[in-house]
């Protein structure tokens, strides 16, 4: 358990060092990546959901301010990030982030296909 804690944790320095500082839209895509993983362990994703997350990868991949290797590394960052905090964790639905991160970025993710 340990050896996977600390094989996330270089995954995700590495990831993190990889991403141009410069460039917010990987950054972005780094939490969106983050978010969409946690909402669908906590059970809050839906069809709209899940649209509204490829709605808004999709706007920030295509702002051009970035190389497809830069989103590359903030998606492995995100996953990272989400192995280390959530799914190593094995709390599933009980994980208090499921009432708060989770929920809230699930609002997020709907109001973008009510903005469309």
């Known amino acids: 358990m340990a050896r996977n804690r600390i094989a996330a944790a270089v995954a995700l320095g590495l990831a993190t060092l990889a991403v141009p500082c410069a460039a917010g839209s ?28 490829r709605l808004a990868a999709h706007e920030l991949t ?36 499921c009432r708060r991160e989770a929920v809230a970025a699930a609002v997020r993710f709907r109001a973008v296909i009510d903005a469309e």
């Open 26 to 53: 990987p950054d972005r895509y780094t939490t969106l990546v983050y978010d969409i993983l946690l909402v669908r362990q906590c059970g809050l994703a839906d069809k709209t959901v899940e649209n509204g997350f």
């Open 62 to 97: 295509g702002d051009g301010d970035a190389t497809p290797d830069a989103f590359a590394a903030a998606r492995d960052a995100g996953v990272a990030r989400y192995e280390s905090e959530v799914r190593n964790r094995g709390s599933g639905a009980a994980d208090p982030r």
